[in-house]
């Protein structure tokens, strides 16, 4: 089978990590591949070189016909049996080329819950028939995407994300070695938190919720992976809370397994999700998580970690101090309940085969 991918980018984002996996998993399988990102730079790339990445460089709002001939150019010469396009700008570019190119199947993915602008609503509900499969990464994002008015006539089906747990499993000795690259003592406790400094990630309210774990006595250090337009803001606010030995901000790592393995907690602070794929990383790396009650992380952590409202730094707080005063023996079982459900529910190869159902092939 010919499969093209389409995203709007090969960013560090989570819907972009689903399409890397998706790619390396369909190579091995012995499908043909092509990834195409409508804009640059790529940060993310599939593990197997044989997946062949085109990126078309889109611009802005004066490049759309020109970024919407290129991607019928990338179909006409691949000819695939089906392209299946992640997130709005190439959902919405796929539709409108498949009224000028034959494409036998088409497959669409939402990841968030927040939907956008009411410009945004009307595209995604005028080309939805253009899809043969809509899907959605949670029951929580079909339903938003019903309740604002943008899903089309008919229901999104629900794809769970997959985890490749052959990249995530805990490192026993990743704690001793992380706390001792940064300087610190061997028995500091560690929070980690994975996502891109953007707002729907919240990072200030993971910041007050420090603040005040500082205040409580509590002895943690907190890193911070990944990259973002607020990380100078966020910076500024490290500084203004009084948190400037507790957090630290590393950047893009490629050594994420490693990280997570590291942490005693694992955060996530989110105002809103789709179905993020670094709390589904933390579990299969064992660890305990603490994370904000958004999107689709109730169906992804089930009573296997620790829920708290979005944007009440409080709560966070305190549970972050629950988790704190766990005894290793504790955190331990919390993290074997979590990898046992994401082995159940959520590991990429079971994905895999749902998706090649959908797209008219048998695993």
């Known amino acids: 089978m010919k499969i093209i991918l389409v995203g709007t980018c090969l960013g560090v984002g989570g819907a972009e990590r689903v399409m890397v996996?998706?790619?390396?998993?369909?190579?091995?399988?012995?499908?043909?591949?092509?990834?195409?990102?409508l804009t640059g730079p790529i940060h993310l790339r599939p593990r197997n070189s044989n997946v062949n990445i085109v990126c078309l460089q889109a611009k802005g709002v004066l490049d759309v016909l020109s970024t919407a001939w290129k991607l019928r150019q990338e179909i006409a010469d691949f000819r695939p049996d089906v392209v299946h396009a992640h997130l709005f700008h190439a959902i919405v570019f796929t539709r409108l080329i498949r009224l000028i190119i034959h494409l036998p199947k088409l497959v669409t993915t939402v990841h968030s819950t927040r939907v956008g602008s009411p410009f945004r609503r009307f595209?995604?509900?005028?080309?939805?028939?253009?899809?043969?499969?809509?899907?959605?990464?949670?029951e929580e994002v079909a339903l938003q995407f019903l309740d604002q008015n943008a899903a089309g006539s008919r229901p999104l089906l629900v794809l769970y994300n997959g985890i490749a747990l052959e990249q995530f499993r805990r490192i026993e000795s990743a704690h001793h070695d992380v706390?001792?690259?940064l300087g610190l003592d061997v028995k500091t406790k560690l929070i980690v938190s994975v996502g891109r400094l953007e707002?729907?990630?919240?990072?200030?309210n993971l910041l007050f919720a420090l603040a005040l774990l500082k205040d409580s006595g509590s002895q943690f250090v907190a890193i911070v992976?990944?990259?973002?337009?607020?990380?100078?803001?966020?910076?500024?606010?490290?500084?203004?809370?009084?948190?400037?030995?507790?957090?630290?901000f590393l950047g893009i790592r490629s050594d994420i397994c490693r990280l997570l393995s590291a942490a005693d907690i694992f955060v996530l602070s989110s105002a809103w999700e789709g179905l993020p794929m670094a709390v589904g990383e933390a579990m299969a790396c064992e660890c305990t998580v603490v994370a904000t009650d958004c999107g689709g992380v109730r169906e992804l952590l089930a009573d296997a970690g620790f829920l708290v409202p979005p944007?009440?730094?409080?709560?966070l707080a305190d549970n972050l101090q629950r988790v704190l005063c766990l005894s290793d023996a504790e955190r331990k079982q919390i993290g074997t309940t979590a990898r046992e459900r994401v082995q159940r529910r959520f590991s990429l190869d079971a994905s895999v085969g749902r998706w090649l159902e959908i797209y008219g092939h048998s695993s």
């Open 123 to 138: 595209f995604y509900r005028a080309t939805e028939r253009l899809s043969d499969v809509s899907t959605s990464v949670s």
């Open 225 to 248: 992976v990944g990259e973002g337009s607020l990380r100078e803001s966020l910076e500024e606010q490290v500084l203004s809370l009084g948190l400037a030995n507790r957090v630290h």
């Open 311 to 315: 944007k009440n730094p409080q709560l």
């Open 21 to 37: 996996d998706l790619a390396d998993a369909y190579v091995k399988l012995g499908h043909e591949v092509r990834l195409v990102a």
């Open 179 to 181: 706390v001792k690259e």
């Open 199 to 204: 707002p729907a990630k919240d990072y200030p």
